[in-house]
Nanobody, 127 residues
Framework: QALLEESGGGSVQVGGSLTLSCEASGWRYTRKRMGWFRQAPGKEREAVAVIYSGSNSDIFYADSVKGRFTISLDNAKNAVYLQMNSLTLEDTATYSC???????????????????WGQGTQVTVSS
């Protein structure tokens, strides 16, 4: 059973930066996808960024974070990171790490079909 542990959340002012980290233990696949989802109070959980392992290392971002967030994967550490720059008030949410291995049963931006989830880490952006 995979265990995903996130770290790096916190409070930051508008325009600031944070880096989230997520390490997976008890689960190791050469082929995998790992990603970040977020949920703000009163809103549905949404995909933020997803990365697929492999030679292509396909990466997907939500339109709202393109150009500001960068996802990366460290296969050796079985970890995924999310560098978040130019944070806005709308980025305030609980961010959760997710992991999956083939066969994938959902699109990158659909939260069902991801079997492994972290407990979530809070990101609060203030003015």
């Amino acid at each position: 059973q995979a265990l995903l542990e996130e770290s790096g959340g916190g409070s930051v002012q508008v325009g600031g930066s944070l880096t989230l980290s997520c390490e997976a233990s008890g689960w190791r696949y050469t082929r995998k996808r790992m990603g970040w989802f977020r949920q703000a109070p009163g809103k549905e959980r949404e995909a933020v960024a997803v990365i697929y392992s492999g030679s292509n290392s396909d990466i997907f971002y939500a339109d709202s974070v393109k150009g500001r967030f960068t996802i990366s994967l460290d296969n050796a550490k079985n970890a995924v990171y999310l560098q978040m720059n130019s944070l806005t008030l709308e980025d305030t949410a609980t961010y959760s790490c997710a992991a999956d291995d083939p066969p994938y049963t959902s699109n990158w931006d659909q939260d069902y079909g991801w079997p492994y989830w972290g407990q979530g880490t809070q990101v609060t952006v203030s003015s």
